[in-house]
T-cell receptor, first 110, second 114 residues
């Protein structure tokens, strides 16, 4: 079986830093992705990690530790528009489909 | 096109009727995926195609669900003899096919079975 665990909800204030964790148990592993989804919208791609370490894209960074089956999304200088649901997703094999987690709802307060 | 287009945007159907949901992926995208998403949950995998070949249909709930992509572009997800439990948001996504490319999702079809 395959499972991904994320916290269900995280709150923070504008300008703060927040980390959303994801642990996974899959039959194979070929990369961890993160997606953002605003209420009423479609999921949009944020980042992809195939190798251990930190990938930085502007205010967002994503980290992967394959030995720990763990990753996180780090959001810096939070803005109100960052309020959304964030999903981690794992690809179990080369070229295979993504399996999504249940999502973390981030609420940013002024 | 510029994005992934799904139609209809909303579909209300009576229990027992068949429905066909359409997905028009980004031009040139090799891979096309169908997901179902319940409110407050992550997308749940249904099936996917590379070009016209269906690579994996392990997520289709039962044999009332089928999908095709006959010319490697537009795809149709068909649900026969719909049941109330089929009510959900059905999302299509496409990608270039490489592992480091993300998915581009469409706006989805909200299916309601009454």
């Amino acid at each position: 079986g395959q499972s991904l665990e994320q916290p269900s909800e995280v709150t923070a204030v504008e300008g703060a830093i927040v980390q959303i964790n994801c642990t996974y148990q899959t039959s194979g592993f070929y990369g961890l992705s993160w997606y953002q989804q605003h209420d009423g919208g479609a999921p949009t791609f944020l980042s992809y990690n195939a190798l251990d370490g930190l990938e930085e894209t502007g205010r967002f960074s994503s980290f992967l530790s394959r030995s720990d089956s763990y990753g996180y999304l780090l959001l810096q200088e939070l803005q109100m528009k960052d309020s959304a649901s964030y999903f981690c997703a794992v690809r179990a094999a080369l070229g295979d489909k993504l399996i999504f987690g249940t999502g973390t709802r981030l609420q940013v307060f002024p | 096109g510029a994005g992934v287009s799904q139609s209809p945007r909303y579909k209300v159907t009576k229990r027992g009727q068949d429905v066909a949901l359409r997905c028009d992926p980004i031009s040139g995208h090799v891979s096309l995926y169908w997901y179902r998403q319940a409110l407050g949950q992550g997308p749940e995998f249904l099936t996917y195609f590379n070009y016209e070949a269906q690579q994996d249909k392990s997520g289709l709930p039962n044999d009332r669900f089928s999908a095709e992509r006959p010319e490697g572009s537009i795809s149709t997800l068909t649900i026969q003899r719909t049941e109330q439990r089929d009510s959900a948001m059905y999302r299509c996504a496409s990608s270039r096919g490489g592992d480091n490319y993300g998915y581009t999702f469409g706006s989805g079809t909200r299916l309601t079975v009454v």
